[in-house]
């Protein structure tokens, strides 16, 4: 680091924490961004869905854009953000983050975009050695790649299995719902599904069956093996969002139908002044297009927070 003080601190460099360090570098404010080096998407060797970028692995679009952020002042530091405190008990005081060298910046603003982390349940974490490959969570991230394939959905609960059954089935005519510990499925869930031609099979789940380093089955408890070449997996994952920074500081939450996150208004503040939150740590269902959007509009807001401020700064001292 070339300073110990700056306007900004962004604490997560994927789309989100990049895109708003790129506004904020625009807007001329000194931004550093901290990355511990563990995206989402680390798994993916493609990404879908982001204009001009379809197809691109995410690993490029993260070097693109640190570049781009370095093009206008902004600087990295790779390590993990131990804690984030404010200087004073005043809402309006600066920041210090520290780091886990002991040593410590000061920032007038915080972003948090640390992302969020997928789960599988422990019956289920065999499927882990394929993910991001033919286990698979989004359908809109990897639907087309696997289009007309055999298809399988695993979830967690009867809400979870029928929205991603009936979601996946826009992309292949073949897929089967396995219900796995389900058991309150019902009949009218049950004839929605065979009106899509959705088969289901009974039983619970026991891994996947690979040859030649690709999926080609589910293998149930009773060693039955029905033939699918993806498995998506979304409606079972627990999403918990590495938002330490942000539970410190008491942020508002809500309970959504992905689990509890941290609430923000439309250009990414939460309930603590000066404390802003982008991407899938507070939007687990953000593709990376949607949290690079919601990292631009957080670098605005954090903008104007600043212009704000410095304005107080100019009146005061004309008074």
Known sequence: MTQNSFDVAVIGAGAAGLNAALILGQARRSVIVFDNGSPRNAAADHMNGFLSRDGMNPAELLTIGRGEVRK???????????????????????????????????????????????????????FGERWGRDVLHCPYCHGYGVRDQPLGVIAKSAEFAMHQALMVRQWSDDVVLFLHRITELGSEDREKLAARGISIVEGEVAGPVVEDDRLVGVRLADSTVVARSAVFVGGALTMDPNDAILRAFGASRAETMMGDFVTVDMMGA????????????????????????????????????????????ALALRS
């Open 72 to 126: 206008f002042g902004g600087e990295f530091h790779d390590g993990t953000v131990v804690s984030v405190t404010r200087d004073s008990e005043d809402l309006s005081a600066d920041f210090s983050v520290e780091l886990a060298d002991g040593s410590k910046i000061q920032v007038r603003k915080v972003l948090v975009a640390t992302g969020l982390t997928d789960r599988l349940p422990v019956e289920l974490e065999v």
């Open 270 to 313: 939460t309930s603590v002044p000066g404390v802003f939150a982008a991407g899938n740590v507070v939007d687990p269902g953000a593709q990376v297009i949607m949290a690079a959007a919601a990292g631009a509009k957080a670098g605005a807001g954090i903008n104007m927070m600043l212009a704000n401020d410095d304005l107080e700064v």
